[in-house]
């Protein structure tokens, strides 16, 4: 049986594929850019790590890393049958069974249909269905096993604007800006976006409450995590997803001219830049 050591043990990747201070569009909030769907879902190098965690955090601990509210259950389906449609190379489907790079074999009815999608790729997965009253989308289910200092229990059921809190930067104008995108935002013409963020802890599984957020290091730590962020839109339902691959690396990784990039154009966190 695994311990959960493994939530501490640290999956670090070999390079940063692409970095969002290398571009104007991509350094500027919120930096969105299209992306077709046949370069939605990635798998990398750590794939095999990433998603041994992953299956050990939704067989042990469900509750912290799974939610469904009543009512987007659909959505759930349509995006694991939308997941299973744009699988990367090296998977193996037989019927409703898909064996994974990594050799374990997911059976699509076996469990909650966004359990089933999670477990293929290493995005965490989030659904937003649309509050008309509100005017905003909201966290309406989520497999979210590498959460960057928040929580689902705290987000769940709640719009764009309170999910950011304590975001910086994410004033009133930004919320407002983010929210048009989502309801721009075309069948099969997603975005994305990718940040840039600092910790000296590199372990994936972090989770942090609104009342106890992460402490920014005051110098530079010695850990890159970036996400890539897709926002896109379900053909059937309409609903949304956010979907977020994670990498994490030492400094020390990061290609020459993407250090050279970084000195020319230093990333801000919490009023400081590195």
Not at 12 to 33: I, N, Y
């Amino acid at each position: 049986m695994i311990s959960d050591r493994i939530l501490s043990d640290p999956i670090l990747h070999d390079h940063l594929p692409s970095a969002p201070w290398m571009a104007e569009a991509t350094r500027r909030l919120p930096g969105v850019q299209p992306v077709p769907m046949s370069d939605w879902l990635i798998r990398d190098e750590r794939y095999a790590e990433q998603m041994a965690l992953r299956d050990h955090l939704l067989a042990s601990h469900r509750a912290r890393v799974f939610e469904c509210q009543t009512g987007a259950e659909a959505a759930c389906a349509e995006l694991r049958d939308l997941v299973v449609a744009h699988l990367p190379d090296g998977f193996l489907r037989q019927g409703r069974v898909i064996t994974r790079p990594d050799g374990v074999a997911i059976d699509l009815d076996a469990d909650h249909p966004l359990i089933a999608a999670a477990r293929l790729v290493q995005e965490d997965l989030c659904i937003l269905t649309h509050d008309a009253p509100q005017g905003e989308h909201l966290l309406s289910a989520a497999v979210l096993c590498f959460p960057a200092s928040w929580t689902l229990a705290e987000k769940i059921g709640r719009p764009l604007s309170a999910i950011h809190i304590p975001v910086e930067k994410y004033d009133d104008v930004m919320a407002k800006r983010v929210q048009r995108l989502f309801d721009m935002v075309r069948v099969d013409h997603p975005l994305w976006r990718q940040n840039a963020l600092f910790y000296q802890n590199p372990a994936l599984f972090q989770p942090a409450s609104e009342a106890q957020p992460r402490k920014t290091p005051e110098r530079r730590p010695e850990f890159l995590r970036s996400e890539r962020q897709v926002i896109l839109r379900l053909p059937l339902t309409g609903t949304m997803v956010f979907s977020i691959h994670t990498w994490v690396l030492p400094f020390g990784q990061l290609s020459p001219e993407q250090v050279e990039g970084l000195a020319a154009h230093p990333v801000h966190y919490a009023g400081r830049s590195v």
